[in-house]
């Protein structure tokens, strides 16, 4: 059995359209790092965090050896800063404002756990090249609201794709969840069964 340890739509969604039935285990995790943290073990620490949490409430439920608990975190990076989620319209405006006609990368780290023991933790890469973006669009986007909830507000899959002019890499990755790393992992590892959504 898969348990997707995120309350993320956006990465059930993702697994689901690629063949896996996850059950959701909604955690909560503290995110707080120290801000010195290299971006990848950024990444990595907090996937990490989030799956053994996932793996801690799914044993109080009832599990087995062979479930396994997916985990994953994803950030914007521009100039070695970390750009989260906006709180607020004015950050949603200054985090568009720097991807503006600049190149960034987004990193996800993504850990399995099972049981058993058994662990995997890794990070994947996708650059991605914004056009220049006019105040007007800026202004427009986040009053849509759409940036709110995103890293580096803006997400990829929704009003934002036009202000993309290249990436490379994988775009799954940018929505929140690198699939052709995960799919090929998940199926290297073994996983089956229907979804559902636990709140723990």
Known sequence: MLLLASSSARRLILLRNWGFQPQVIEVSVTEILDPNTDPREWVKILAERKALAGLAAWQKIGSRPED???GA???VVWEQQILGKPKTEAEA???LQMLSGQQHVVLTGVALLRLTGEKEVAVVETKVKFRRLSPAQIKDYVASGEPMDKAGAYAIQ????EFVESYSGSLTNVIGLPMEYVSAKLKTW???DECTKIKV
């Open 73 to 75: 975190d994803t950030i």
């Open 190 to 192: 073994g996983t089956t």
């Open 158 to 161: 929704g009003g934002a794709r």
């Open 93 to 95: 405006r200054k985090m």
């Open 68 to 70: 396994i608990v997916l």
